[in-house]
């Protein structure tokens, strides 16, 4: 008797390769079943399916490979066959077959339309000329990067979402933006008025210009773009435009083939993702379920999820999909989450921070009785995303005070009491793939994967929006914590120890190069990982030249003393202490950008910078530099970057203290100083606070008997308000307690924690950091005091040491082999200075 044959595997046709056409076929293969199947896959645009999220890092850092999914050998490897650039003209429900326009016939058993969405376009006289363009795919990046380099001003149209990532393309691109919006404000799906006016400040703060209530009804120019005209009468200047209002759902191959579709567009489909065709599946932004068209990919995942699953033989259902998000917007973070308006229960209730000065809205409602989250939103400061999400979506009981819920930390102190680990297990902590809370704890639990790289690599959790990692190092550590293991964070696999660890081996053994430490308590040759750490730690432990013996391990703004900027080119910024300068000093500085062609602006820390010098000029400006007694800011460096100053007694009626004096004392004292972070102060002659010495990791405030002294705040994209550590000291008294905090600081944060992040995830917080510093409560403080004495006897300005050793100063040339200058470098005209010029801008003739 002859054996019985396999069946036939079932042949699952995808059309469309993009994010959410990948996942379906990556979560398709991940099932047991998948030698049940044999997957073809068509993609429309010439490569395989890339990060359209992360579009905008196309015009910073990022490159095609970067934004990949997976290479096309991936596909080979899964036995998947994937068809680029061939889109599907024509489907044949009754024989099971879809053609390409290269006349490909595919036959299938299952129909997986997975097709997305096209950018719309207004109905706007002129978006057909050169130079108007949409948002949406790599070939319309490139065509817009290409145009660039001869435009000057790109209006966008759209303040959405989409929008506002297009507008910050256009600003990569060194264009001069406006965004324009139909609506009253921006995000108004996602916004109030309040959260959409603080977004708005914030991004007129980075010079984006915002066109509210504006219809845009000609794009005018000969041939190209020229300028807006609007229905109020107003005109806007402009010679390129970007379209970015909105998405359609891409479904013309289903009305070709008499699938059921929307009024509005897209492919209607039922809970299980089937349209009116049960052998047809829609994924996606095509697809219309329950009326809504989703435009995120986390609600597409989730789609590619329940058509997997009920493939393999299960029942899953799509209901609803939260579309609670959080992003980064030009810089600045939005989040929104749950009940956004408080629209879902009456008589909800709504608590709102709004500190204009940080640039800080926080709204969060909440049911009746102030027992429940029903949802909210952020803006400028959304590190408290996730934690709330999961208080709204598990019902968990709030604090009395529900406005703790917005001020306080990333920790067991905020969120009502509630740690991740006590999350029921079907919380969902990666909202973009999916990956509750149970299957995390699983893998640490019951498979021992103690790393967030293997609890990614397992369950695809952070691989996203990368929103959820710290929610994944809080869980890894409180499961390990309630299993009573040790948490020990070591550097890397080259190194089995802490920072903190590696900090004392390297002053107690006195070891001065990496390949020392290495040699001693090391394995391996290291990585790229250990090295920027190690190198951090030999200057924090002896504040050598960062370059002598070590200038391998550093980050390339540290190898070269000053910060690589857009275009291959570096700034310089000289120290100028409390801000004081004298008018000899500034016209050095003047003479100095007119010789070298630099552009200036003044720094918010009261300093000036310098942009736009290649690598082989940098020793000479320093040379001028230190000739009229400047001395490097260290602005590139992990270190003491300014103590900022308001005028202070001498010249302000309100001036309690003479505080430009004392803060040039604090800058000189500590300049140089090396740290897991950067570190800025501020010294303010009074109450009013000129100098903003609260939103800094060490801040001094003049009072009627001293000096008050507050540490570990921070401004940026997650601000935080400095902790009062101390009251009324004299001069003496405040120095001393500076000098313990910040060996502190050094001895015992991690790498690249700020000051405020180091004390949030202090044992005990500020009661604790207030006992070892003003109290000497471990006996450690005159040691701390010592070795803090020791860093500040050695310094030496490490610009100076450049230009008079003839051995480092050959290290600063873009050839080795060559006196050549790079030739990439070029510049155009923008308000009167240069600023980088895209890759390729040649100067009109």
């Not at 998000?325 to 608590?351: H, I, R």
Request: glycine share 10%; with cysteine.
């Amino acid at each position: 008797m002859s054996p019985a044959k396999s069946p036939e595997p079932e042949h699952i046709v995808v059309v469309g390769n993009g994010m959410v056409g990948y996942k379906f076929c990556e979560k398709l293969i991940n099932k047991e079943t998948s030698t049940n199947f044999k997957i073809t896959i068509f993609g429309e645009e010439p490569r395989p399916a890339y990060d359209r999220v992360q579009l905008s890092s196309y015009f910073a850092d990022a490159d095609e490979e970067d934004l990949q999914m997976a290479p096309r050998s991936w596909y080979e490897e899964q036995g998947i066959t994937l068809f680029t650039g061939e889109l599907v003209v024509d489907l044949d429900r009754k024989s099971k077959t879809v053609t390409s326009q290269k006349g490909r016939t595919v036959s299938y058993d299952k129909l997986i339309l997975a097709t997305g969405s096209s950018a719309f376009v207004p109905p706007i006289d002129g978006t057909d000329k050169k130079g108007v363009f949409v948002y949406r795919t790599l070939e319309d990046l490139d065509a817009i990067t290409d145009y660039a380099r001869g435009a000057g001003k790109a209006a966008v149209i759209g303040g959405g979402l989409l929008g506002l990532e297009a507008a910050k393309s256009a600003m990569d691109l060194g264009l001069e933006t406006s965004v324009i919006e139909f609506a009253p404000r921006l995000m108004p799906k996602q916004l109030d008025e309040i959260g959409a006016h603080a977004l708005k400040t914030a991004l007129e703060e980075l010079d984006l210009e915002i066109l509210l209530n504006k219809n845009t009804t000609l794009i005018g120019g000969n041939g190209t773009p020229e300028y807006l005209d609007f229905e109020d009468d107003d005109r806007l200047e402009a010679d390129m435009v970007i379209i970015s209002a909105g998405i359609r759902p891409r479904d013309e191959l289903a009305r070709k083939a008499d699938l059921e579709v929307g009024k509005r567009g897209g492919i209607i489909v039922d809970d299980k993702m089937k349209t009116s065709d049960p052998d047809i599946y829609a994924i996606g932004e095509s697809a219309l379920h329950r009326g809504m068209i989703y435009g995120l990919v986390a609600p597409g995942y989730e789609m590619a999820d329940v058509v997997v699953e009920n493939l393999a033989g299960g029942n899953e259902e799509f209901t609803e999909f939260d579309m609670s998000t959080k992003l980064k917007l030009v810089g600045v973070d939005v989040a929104s989450f749950g009940d956004v308006f408080g629209e879902s229960e009456e008589n909800s209730k709504k608590v709102i921070i709004d500190n204009k000065a940080k640039g800080v809205y926080k709204r969060i409602n909440v049911s009746e009785d102030g027992d429940r989250l029903l949802g909210g939103m952020l803006v400028g400061d959304a590190d408290d995303y996730n934690m709330l999400l999961q208080i709204a979506q598990n019902g968990f009981s709030l604090p009395p005070d529900p406005v703790d819920l917005i001020i306080g930390k990333r920790d067991e102190e905020s969120g009502a009491g509630q740690k991740v680990y006590d999350f029921p297990d079907d919380s969902i902590i990666c909202s973009c793939e999916s990956v509750t809370k149970g299957e995390i704890c699983e893998l640490i639990e019951e498979e021992g994967k103690e790393d967030i790289d293997s609890i990614k690599k397992c369950t695809k959790a952070g691989t996203g929006c990368s929103g959820c990692v710290p929610m994944l190092d809080d869980l890894l550590t409180q499961s390990m914590e309630a299993r009573g293991k040790e948490v020990r964070k070591v550097i890397c696999e080259h190194f089995d120890y802490t920072r903190q660890e590696l900090f004392d081996i390297i002053k107690v053994k006195e070891l001065h190069t990496y390949d020392e430490l290495l040699d001693e308590v090391g394995e391996g040759n290291g990585c790229e990982k250990c090295k920027p750490v190690v190198a951090s730690l030999l200057a924090s432990a002896f504040n050598e030249h960062v370059l002598e013996d070590r200038d391998t391990i550093q980050d390339t703004n540290d190898r070269f003393l000053a910060n690589i900027q857009r275009g291959g080119t570096y700034s310089v910024i000289p120290r100028v202490p409390g801000g004081e300068i004298t008018p000899d000093k500034l016209i050095t500085i003047g003479e100095l950008a007119k010789k070298y062609n630099l552009y200036t602006k003044i720094t918010g820390g009261q300093r000036i910078n310098m942009m736009g010098a290649r690598v082989d000029q940098l020793p000479d400006i320093w040379e001028d530099l230190i000739e009229a007694g400047f001395e490097s800011g260290h602005a590139y460096g992990k270190a003491l970057r300014t103590v900022k100053s308001c005028v202070g007694s001498v010249w302000c009626r309100y001036g309690l203290h003479e505080s430009v004096s004392f803060a040039i004392e604090i800058e000189e004292r500590y300049r140089g100083l090396r740290a897991p972070h950067k570190l800025k102060g501020g010294v303010s002659g009074c109450v009013r606070e000129c100098a903003e010495a609260q939103a800094k990791d060490f801040g001094i405030i003049a009072t009627e008997e001293g000096w008050n002294l507050f540490v570990c705040g921070n401004g940026g994209t997650n601000p935080q308000h400095a902790k009062l550590l101390a009251t009324d000291l004299s001069e003496e008294t405040l120095i001393k307690y500076l000098d313990r905090f910040l060996m502190f600081y050094i001895k015992t944060a991690e790498h690249l924690d700020r000051t405020s992040t180091w004390l949030n995830k202090m044992e005990g917080g500020l009661d604790y950091l207030k006992k070892v510093v003003v109290e000497d409560s471990l006996g450690i403080g005159e040691e701390l005091e010592q070795e803090m004495q020791q860093l500040i006897n050695v310094y030496s300005c490490e610009w100076k040491e450049v230009v008079n050793n003839p051995e480092l100063r050959k290290r600063f040339k873009h050839f080795v082999n060559s006196e050549d200058v790079d030739p990439s470098v070029k510049f155009k005209e923008y308000r009167e200075q240069p600023v980088p010029a895209a890759a390729g801008w040649e100067d009109e003739e």
